[in-house]
């Protein structure tokens, strides 16, 4: 009797999930890296009532028009739930004034805005912490998502509709989401920068690049059983003055400034730390 | 009959290679990071002979002598096909004129310093391209080695030497074993600074630093199927002048010059890229 009450109890919560859990509305503003990448998974979510995509050049997004609702013009917007903007940092706070929508979220996707900066009354941020480029196909479980609501209804909401195609939720406030995003541009965006010019250096000498992989994922592995400043190893490390110089002699001049402030800063991280 | 020869062969094969193939002697001088780690992994492999660790400070070498003949006299050196030094890059020249050995193979496994400085006939390089930290465990298979010798059949020494430990290696002269040096100071030691920064401002802001780790891999996995420069995101990639005064002005003095010389860089990098 038990096992069967037991089966029936989780037929019941499928049921409720699949089919009495109402759908979220959803409607992405912009097309560009995050755009695209929502647009693809939202779509795809059976949850998920992706209703309609605008962007300002209707071009960019006709391909769509055979599965989803397309627009380039505010006036025709829609009804939903959740409004995702997802247009460049500098034009969310213009793009939250031309959506003459009332009463209803509207977010952003950015690392770097205020939540503030959108006018409305119910705002909000929707912010997935990765690196997109476009084409390249994206997992979106494993990235994590920031979340952010000045109402605590619009955080819930904003959490069912992250935990649909995420499993990493955080709820981060503006000045933590800032300070995090600041983070991610040198451990993503000047990582890969230096991965440019490892690659010009290789390049340049008929050195395959390839020889640098396992070095490369040992970096990042050692950094998960301990912290990056017990991790370090190389010549600014030692102070290893006769290699430095050698070093900076086979550089261009933009390359020497970027291996001089990295070389003084982990030398001075190292006369306080150690 | 066919199928007998051919197992009959692949049995000499192994006989050979087992028991046939003479062991080759190595003695390991120095035991800072690179030779703590070769002495584990040539004490354990059975097609080679550790025959004697010297170190400067016996002390630090003690705990060995139950197993490996240990020295810290120059004078006490045994015989051996070849003498691996591992001491630091300036010492490495002082270190060989010390070794009183005739017509024997002396290495170092330096990145940065020519074979050249090695005092003797019979010279090369036994250059493990890792990072180690002590008492790290490290999987030699996936480690490239790169060698180079003065004299051909040296090299095949060497190759021989390294293929016992390691799956991937690499013939390189020593201008490009300096070249690629260089480019892995870039990739590995300034990366894990700048993982150091992201992980200060963090911890700074109460942000866990894991929520960054999935961003991490991605960073480093796209590079594996697309070239750095088209993986390229982020404020300066874009030229988001506003976001990037925004974020020089929450860093450090020293952050900050790490900022500005990646961004500058990554700047000038796109204006002639496209």
Do not use: W
Request: charged residues 25%; contains cysteine.
């Amino acid at each position: 009797m038990h096992a069967i009450y037991k089966k029936l109890e989780s037929f019941i919560k499928i049921m409720n999930y699949k089919y009495l859990r109402p759908m979220i509305d959803v409607i992405v503003i912009g097309y560009g890296n995050v755009g695209n990448h929502l647009v693809d998974v939202l779509f795809s979510n059976n949850s998920v009532n992706l209703k309609q995509v605008y962007n300002r050049s209707i071009e960019k997004i006709n391909h769509l028009a055979s599965k989803i609702s397309i627009t380039n013009s505010f006036d025709k917007i829609f009804d939903a739930d959740v409004y995702i903007i997802t247009v460049s940092d500098d034009e969310i706070s213009t793009v939250s004034e031309e959506l003459s929508i009332k009463n209803k979220l509207i977010v952003h996707t950015s690392g770097s805005v205020s939540m503030e900066l959108i006018a409305s009354k119910r705002k909000g941020v929707f912010y997935p912490l990765q690196t997109f480029t476009k084409n390249k196909e994206i997992n979106f479980k494993n990235i994590p998502i920031c979340v952010e609501a000045n109402y605590e209804s619009d955080l819930v909401l904003l959490e069912k509709l992250a935990s649909l195609i995420s499993e990493n939720i955080y709820i981060l406030d503006s000045f933590q989401r800032k300070k995090m995003h600041l983070a991610a541009v040198f451990v993503n965006n000047f990582v890969n920068h230096l991965y440019h010019v490892g690659h010009t250096i290789c390049e340049e000498n008929n050195v395959p690049f390839e020889i640098l992989h396992p070095l490369l994922e040992e970096t990042l592995r050692k950094i998960k059983d301990i912290d990056p400043i017990d991790a370090q190893t190389g010549p600014a490390k030692r102070n290893d003055q006769k290699t430095i110089t050698s070093q900076l002699e086979q550089l261009s001049e933009a390359q020497q400034k970027i291996y001089t402030s990295l070389t003084d800063s982990i030398i001075n991280t190292y006369k306080n730390h150690g």
